[in-house]
């Protein structure tokens, strides 16, 4: 079935580890976006990305990194992960090709816990 | 720049009761207008959209008509269930930009 994966589901991390994100996508979309959602309702844009090979910051990037090396895949890693950053976050994709839907794809989440 | 309010919530209904969810925004240009929902426990599904003024969005019984004139783009429902239980984000996109502008959120619960 198309659509965004995203791992882990859920984790627990101690402050100052390092943390990736992954984020797999099999529609061929160009743009890719990492968000942060914080109880339970504001989403915030962390970094994105319109095309493989470049990135972009968002609303909220510090802290975080990404790359997209290639179309499907748009992972975000934590170098040193602090408490501020327990939150649960939402990847997602895009067609904004010519002729591409106009609306954004959501991954199901991860659900990162930062003690 | 371009931005999106919406009525703050929880919004609590009976069930079979009339909704209106009210979303306002600002943008230059013909920006498309959506309605995402969030069940709980998953990532965001997109509900309705609409491209271009007057046009009207509709899903699931939910109905959202883009009147350029106000800037608005409510989204009603005439008999809510319990499963609409959710939390609701309008937003927009410029067509000139390949990000979309959220609105906070409205979370929407239905007694039955």
């Known amino acids: 079935i198309a659509g965004i994966t995203q791992a882990p589901t859920s984790q627990i991390l101690a402050a100052g580890r390092r943390m990736t994100l992954r984020c797999t996508q099999d529609?061929?979309?160009?743009?890719m976006y990492w968000y942060r959602q914080d109880l339970g309702l504001g989403l915030r844009l962390i970094h994105y990305s319109n095309t493989a090979g470049t990135t972009g910051k968002g609303e909220v990037p510090d802290g975080y990194s990404v790359s997209r090396a290639n179309t499907d895949d748009f992972p975000l890693t934590l170098a040193s992960a602090v408490p501020s950053q327990t939150s649960v976050y939402f990847c997602a994709s895009a067609d904004y090709s010519g002729g591409g839907r106009n609306e954004q794809f959501f991954g199901p989440g991860t659900r990162l816990t930062v003690l | 720049g371009d931005s999106v309010t919406q009525m703050e919530g929880p919004v609590t209904l009976s069930e079979e009761a009339f909704l209106t969810i009210n979303c306002t925004y600002t943008?230059?240009?013909?920006?498309?207008l959506f309605w995402y929902v969030q069940y709980p426990g998953e990532g965001l599904q997109l509900l309705l959209k609409a491209t271009k003024a007057d046009d009207k969005g509709s899903n699931k019984g939910f109905e959202a008509t883009y009147r350029k004139e106000t800037t608005s783009f409510h989204l009603e429902k005439g008999s809510v269930q319990v499963s609409d239980s959710a939390v609701y984000f309008c937003?927009?996109?410029?067509?000139?930009?390949?990000?979309?502008?959220f609105g906070s959120g409205t979370r929407l619960s239905i007694r039955p």
């Open positions: 943008a230059t240009g013909y920006p498309s």
């Open positions: 937003a927009l996109r410029n067509s000139s930009a390949s990000k979309i502008i």
């Open positions: 529609m061929r979309h160009n743009a």
